[in-house]
């Protein structure tokens, strides 16, 4: 069974950086591409940063690009989100999406 548990939310101040990262299990996590959504209250679900099954290709929204970086280690079955200079629009559930599924979420707050 595909499982993603995504940790590394909390609360943070506008400027801030977080590390999100999502541990796979129940499926061969290094041939699969991985992305992080997020949604923010009232609003739409996100795509902000999908890495290929290698790492060696990303793809970022002009909303998120050079702030957000997306990075894997395949050999701990984890993808992870860097996130610089977080502002409050920042502010939503990021989930880790997998082959199949998507994890419970991670809240990332950005607040002063």
């Known amino acids: 069974e595909e499982q993603l548990v995504e940790s590394g939310g909390g609360l943070v101040q506008p400027g801030g950086s977080l590390r999100l990262s999502c541990a796979a299990s129940?499926?061969?996590?290094?041939?699969?591409?991985m992305s992080w959504y997020r949604q923010a209250p009232g609003k739409q679900d996100e795509l902000v940063a999908r890495?290929?099954?290698?790492?060696?290709?990303?793809v970022y929204p002009h909303s998120v690009r050079g702030r957000f970086t997306i990075s894997r280690d395949n050999a701990k079955n984890t993808v992870y989100l860097y996130i610089n200079s977080l502002k409050p629009e920042d502010t939503a559930v990021y989930y880790c999406?997998?082959?199949?599924?998507r994890g419970q979420g991670t809240q990332v707050t950005v607040s002063s």
């Open positions: 129940g499926f061969t996590f290094s041939r699969y591409a």
């Open positions: 890495i290929t099954s290698g790492g060696a290709s990303t």
């Open positions: 999406q997998g082959p199949r599924s």
